[in-house]
């Protein structure tokens, strides 16, 4: 039949193999923790927990961008939708998030102009051709996202735009590995580490991570037999007490990563501490835009006031994120919250793990 | 009162849009042949049946690789007359136009009527033109409504899937949608897509002559494969389940999907069918698929099953099981 993208990967006679080992070494019970929501989905889209042994349990942690935005961000966006005279241009995922009173779904019907947009490019080519208007870009993503609207700054400074802006709220994966190491909340005796984010950090930004805590931490691409290969890796560090940092997708990520888009990072963006949703305050694991770009803050350029957000009452995505708690234990889920209605960001992203949960596992 | 606002969701012929028909629309107008909701109505009258279907169409751009708005409103609306079974014979048009909107596209449009018109053998016999200011539609949009008899003998409904049957798609899925998508956006790719738009009624006949047994029949339009399989499950109670390794999916198309984020199971399809048919009969209709032109990559994706009424389960690849549930709302391009 048709041949799909990626089959060679998806191989099933290397699946079963890998199954095969797995099982075989499995022996202890491990949680492994998968940090990235394209693992998350691509886990439940493959069916990989069902060809598992029991002995594994895989947690789903803080990788989805729109999950771990916090509550204040997800207001000040909409609070940047209300002003006039503005397009606020996002990625689509973000559209349905509930904010304390609203989402940018909500305030789309009310009139306001937001616009979809793929690329921040997208937004500065907005920018470009409406000069009356001010742009407002929402930036939220990891590594992966990041530099791209760094590069997106950088443009909109050679084009001499003064009505682009950006919301900064990007987050990084690192520090937050170890905010989840040094939280008592749940025991985790692997990491699968994100292969995209991976791709711009290299493999050797983990390493002060991997020699502080010596936790099993192996690099894993995103067709099932990447997955599966990497879980092999990581129950075999396990079984025989030797932790490593291991890079289990080489064809997409070196040791030291892309260099150039590390720089642009750099040039445009410096470290600050950063609030995430479910787990607070994570020193150096946000990105904002530095001073010699400040005219591109909308935080600076266009302050908003936004009233002390709330997260929804009962709401667990802050359990669910950290790995404390799985979806159907958190008292909402498939009752008041449901993808039409969803109550928190989980729920809503396609890579949010209570949307994974809900649609792929009943 | 609410002071709830109508989403795009609404629109999407996912969940949210079920809800919508199931909340506002079915109570006031609840009657036994609307209750079926099917791709069209199937009415008695003197003895004969006849199938009736309305569409209106909404597209941007309104042209676009591989048809445009004026195929897209012949294509979409002879398929839904199709689906019960009918011939279609005749078609309304019922163009609304906005002010400032070029003759020369509306020409462009109205000769991509009639030739699809002319490809799935109708002809249009009644008509509406509005002109509404500027502001007040986007550019063009289309509605139209088709009638088509239903051969004696033939019961083709949503709600008759049968433990059993074998599930034969009539090609690759997604390519409309991701070409709208790709269109719309200015996303550039190496590989060119386009859309599956087509008139089906010629391989339904093909079908229908090679099987009386035919227990359903669907165009997986809005909300794509996996929503439309849901509604056959829960309208028949019987459980679906389809196999990945089954699914043909262009390798363009898969990678744009990949790409953002979006699942194919859930894009529209302009120009494919499913059906559902005994075991028995499923390699003679197949063949008739595969006879047509628009059918030739036609493919057995899962069989029915009394476990999970109501359900679709899809068989991974690698050997795991995982729920295909209906679409929620529209599909969001992620960040990545």
Same mark, same amino acid.
Request: proline letters at 6%; hydrophobic letters at 40%; aromatic letters at 6%.
């Given at each position: 039949?048709?041949?799909?993208?990626?089959?060679?990967?998806?191989?099933?006679?290397?699946?079963?193999?890998?199954?095969?080992?797995?099982?075989?070494?499995?022996?202890?019970?491990?949680?492994?923790?998968?940090?990235?929501?394209?693992?998350?989905?691509?886990?439940?889209?493959?069916?990989?927990?069902?060809?598992?042994?029991?002995?594994?349990?895989?947690?789903?942690?803080?990788?989805?961008?729109?999950?771990?935005?916090?509550?204040?961000?997800?207001?000040?966006?909409?609070?940047?939708?209300?002003?006039?005279?503005?397009?606020?241009?996002?990625?689509?995922?973000?559209?349905?998030?509930?904010?304390?009173?609203?989402?940018?779904?909500?305030?789309?019907?009310?009139?306001?102009?937001?616009?979809?947009?793929?690329?921040?490019?997208?937004?500065?080519?907005?920018?470009?051709?409406?000069?009356?208007?001010?742009?407002?870009?929402?930036?939220?993503?990891?590594?992966?996202?990041?530099?791209?609207?760094?590069?997106?700054?950088?443009?909109?400074?050679?084009?001499?735009?003064?009505?682009?802006?950006?919301?900064?709220?990007?987050?990084?994966?690192?520090?937050?590995?170890?905010?989840?190491?040094?939280?008592?909340?749940?025991?985790?005796?692997?990491?699968?580490?994100?292969?995209?984010? *991976?791709?711009?950090?290299?493999?050797?930004?983990?390493?002060? @991570?991997?020699?502080?805590? $010596? +936790? !099993?931490?192996? /690099? #894993?691409?995103?067709?099932?037999?990447?997955?599966?290969?990497?879980?092999?890796?990581?129950?075999?560090?396990?079984?025989?007490?030797?932790?490593?940092?291991?890079?289990?997708?080489?064809?997409?990520?070196?040791?030291?990563?892309?260099?150039?888009?590390?720089?642009?990072?750099?040039?445009?963006?410096?470290?600050?501490?950063?609030?995430?949703?479910?787990?607070?305050?994570?020193?150096? *694991?946000?990105?904002?835009?530095?001073?010699?770009?400040?005219? @591109?803050?909308?935080?600076? $350029? +266009? !302050?908003?006031? /936004? #009233?002390?957000?709330?997260?929804?009452?009962?709401?667990?995505?802050?359990?669910?994120?950290?790995?404390?708690?799985?979806?159907?234990?958190?008292?909402?889920?498939?009752?008041?919250?449901?993808?039409?209605?969803?109550?928190?960001?989980?729920?809503?992203?396609?890579?949010?793990?209570?949307?994974?949960?809900?649609?792929?596992?009943? | 009162?609410?002071?709830?606002?109508?989403?795009?969701?609404?629109?999407?012929?996912?969940?949210?849009?079920?809800?919508?028909?199931?909340?506002?629309?079915?109570?006031?107008?609840?009657?036994?042949?609307?209750?079926?909701?099917?791709?069209?109505?199937?009415?008695?009258?003197?003895?004969?049946?006849?199938?009736?279907?309305?569409?209106?169409?909404?597209?941007?751009?309104?042209?676009?690789?591989?048809?445009?708005?004026?195929?897209?409103?012949?294509?979409?609306?002879?398929?839904?007359?199709?689906?019960?079974?009918?011939?279609?014979?005749?078609?309304?048009?019922?163009?609304?136009?906005?002010?400032?909107?070029?003759?020369?596209?509306?020409?462009?449009?109205?000769?991509?009527?009639?030739?699809?018109?002319?490809?799935?053998?109708?002809?249009?016999?009644?008509?509406?033109?509005?002109?509404?200011?500027?502001?007040?539609?986007?550019?063009?949009?289309?509605?139209?409504?088709?009638?088509?008899?239903?051969?004696?003998?033939?019961?083709?409904?949503?709600?008759?899937?049968?433990?059993?049957?074998?599930?034969?798609?009539?090609?690759?899925?997604?390519?409309?949608?991701?070409?709208?998508?790709?269109?719309?956006?200015?996303?550039?790719?190496?590989?060119?897509?386009?859309?599956?738009?087509?008139?089906?009624?010629?391989?339904?006949?093909?079908?229908?002559?090679?099987?009386?047994?035919?227990?359903?029949?669907?165009?997986?339009?809005?909300?794509?494969?996996?929503?439309?399989?849901?509604?056959?499950?829960?309208?028949?109670?019987?459980?679906?389940?389809?196999?990945?390794?089954?699914?043909?999916?262009?390798?363009?198309?898969?990678?744009?999907?990949?790409?953002?984020?979006?699942?194919?199971?859930?894009?529209?399809?302009?120009?494919?069918?499913?059906?559902?048919?005994?075991?028995?009969?499923?390699?003679?209709?197949?063949?008739?698929?595969?006879?047509?032109?628009?059918?030739?990559?036609?493919?057995?994706?899962?069989?029915?099953?009394?476990?999970?009424?109501?359900?679709?389960?899809?068989?991974?690849?690698?050997?795991?099981?995982?729920?295909?549930?209906?679409?929620?709302?529209?599909?969001?391009?992620?960040?990545?």
């Amino acid at each position: 039949m048709t041949i799909k993208h990626s089959e060679e990967y998806r191989e099933p006679e290397l699946a079963r193999q890998l199954v095969a080992a797995i099982r075989k070494t499995s022996n202890k019970p491990v949680q492994l923790m998968e940090v990235c929501g394209t693992h998350t989905m691509s886990i439940f889209r493959h069916g990989i927990r069902d060809v598992l042994p029991q002995t594994i349990n895989l947690l789903s942690g803080p990788g989805c961008p729109v999950c771990v935005t916090s509550q204040q961000e997800i207001d000040t966006f909409i609070a940047y939708a209300r002003q006039e005279d503005t397009i606020v241009a996002t990625f689509g995922d973000l559209l349905r998030v509930p904010g304390t009173d609203s989402s940018l779904q909500k305030e789309k019907a009310e009139g306001r102009d937001i616009r979809v947009v793929y690329s921040a490019f997208d937004a500065v080519k907005m920018a470009a051709e409406q000069r009356g208007q001010r742009v407002v870009f929402l930036g939220v993503g990891f590594e992966t996202t990041a530099p791209t609207i760094a590069a997106s700054i950088l443009a909109a400074r050679d084009m001499g735009l003064e009505n682009f802006h950006v919301v900064s709220a990007h987050k990084t994966v690192p520090n937050a590995l170890e905010a989840l190491m040094a939280s008592e909340a749940v025991a985790i005796s692997g990491f699968l580490l994100p292969g995209h984010v *991976s791709v711009i950090l290299g493999l050797n930004a983990y390493r002060p @991570f991997f020699d502080r805590y $010596q +936790v !099993p931490a192996v /690099v #894993a691409g995103f067709e099932p037999t990447d997955i599966l290969e990497a879980i092999r890796r990581l129950v075999e560090q396990i079984e025989k007490g030797r932790p490593q940092l291991a890079n289990a997708y080489p064809r997409a990520v070196s040791d030291t990563g892309n260099a150039k888009a590390r720089a642009v990072l750099d040039q445009v963006f410096e470290p600050v501490d950063a609030n995430w949703r479910g787990i607070g305050i994570i020193p150096a *694991s946000g990105l904002a835009i530095r001073d010699s770009l400040a005219q @591109f803050d909308a935080l600076r $350029q +266009v !302050p908003v006031e /936004v #009233a002390e957000a709330r997260e929804p009452a009962g709401c667990g995505c802050g359990e669910i994120l950290t790995g404390a708690k799985i979806p159907p234990e958190c008292k909402l889920y498939r009752k008041a919250c449901t993808p039409e209605n969803p109550v928190g960001p989980c729920m809503v992203s396609s890579e949010g793990t209570c949307a994974a949960y809900y649609r792929y596992h009943g | 009162m609410t002071d709830e606002k109508i989403l795009l969701d609404h629109g999407s012929g996912g969940k949210i849009a079920h809800r919508l028909t199931a909340e506002l629309l079915l109570p006031l107008f609840d009657n036994p042949i609307l209750a079926d909701l099917h791709d069209g109505a199937v009415l008695e009258l003197d003895g004969g049946r006849i199938a009736f279907s309305t569409d209106t169409f909404t597209v941007t751009p309104l042209f676009f690789p591989g048809g445009d708005i004026g195929d897209l409103a012949v294509n979409g609306t002879v398929n839904d007359v199709a689906m019960c079974g009918a011939k279609p014979l005749f078609i309304s048009l019922a163009l609304i136009i906005e002010e400032g909107f070029p003759r020369a596209d509306l020409e462009r449009i109205l000769k991509s009527v009639r030739r699809a018109a002319d490809k799935a053998g109708v002809i249009v016999v009644t008509g509406d033109t509005k002109v509404v200011p500027k502001g007040a539609a986007d550019g063009l949009f289309i509605n139209t409504s088709g009638i088509g008899l239903i051969p004696p003998g033939l019961n083709i409904g949503s709600t008759a899937a049968q433990p059993g049957d074998h599930v034969i798609l009539s090609g690759t899925m997604a390519d409309h949608g991701m070409t709208i998508l790709t269109q719309r956006e200015g996303l550039a790719f190496d590989h060119a897509i386009e859309s599956d738009s087509a008139a089906l009624n010629h391989m339904v006949a093909g079908i229908t002559a090679a099987s009386n047994n035919v227990h359903v029949l669907r165009d997986p339009t809005r909300g794509g494969v996996g929503t439309t399989l849901n509604e056959i499950a829960q309208s028949s109670q019987a459980g679906i389940v389809i196999e990945e390794d089954r699914l043909p999916v262009r390798p363009a198309v898969a990678g744009v999907c990949e790409l953002l984020g979006f699942d194919p199971l859930y894009v529209a399809n302009e120009g494919k069918l499913l059906a559902f048919v005994p075991a028995d009969e499923s390699d003679a209709v197949l063949a008739a698929m595969r006879r047509d032109p628009h059918g030739q990559e036609a493919c057995r994706i899962g069989r029915v099953t009394g476990d999970h009424p109501g359900q679709v389960i899809l068989e991974t690849r690698v050997g795991g099981r995982r729920i295909v549930d209906m679409l929620t709302g529209e599909q969001l391009p992620r960040i990545c």
